[in-house]
């Protein structure tokens, strides 16, 4: 069975950056793409970023992009985003996942994490 245990969340400054991990076990990793999905209180999950299983293809949503970048070393069977010049709207909770295909990881991802609280203060 997939695990997927996130890493790397915080209180920062608007302005600042974090970088989110995600340890991925249980299966090969270089077989699932990879994706990041975050939850505000009141508002529904949304994907931020996406990564196919090779790095070929990446996604973001528009709110992120040019700060955000998500990438993986399928060597150490970890995912990454590297979140910079945070803003006081990316506070959520950031979930990793993975899915069957770029498409389904986007949408509706098989595996989940457990999540990691980013806050970033005005």
């Known amino acids: 069975q997939v695990q997927l245990v996130e890493s790397g969340g915080g209180l920062v400054q608007a302005g600042e950056s974090l970088r989110l991990s995600c340890a991925f076990s249980g299966r090969t990793f270089s077989y699932y793409p990879m994706g990041w999905f975050r939850q505000a209180p009141g508002k529904e999950r949304e994907c931020v970023a996406a990564?196919?299983?090779?790095?070929?293809?990446?996604y973001y949503v528009d709110s992120v992009k040019g700060r955000f970048t998500v990438s993986r070393d399928n060597a150490k069977n970890t995912a990454y985003l590297q979140m910079n010049t945070l803003k006081p709207e990316d506070t959520a909770v950031y979930y990793c996942?993975?899915?069957?295909?770029?498409?389904?990881?986007?949408?509706?991802?098989?595996?989940w994490g457990q999540g990691t609280q980013v806050t970033v203060s005005s």
């Open positions: 990564i196919s299983e090779l790095s070929r293809r990446t």
């Open positions: 996942a993975a899915g069957n295909s770029f498409t389904v990881v986007r949408s509706t991802p098989t595996y």
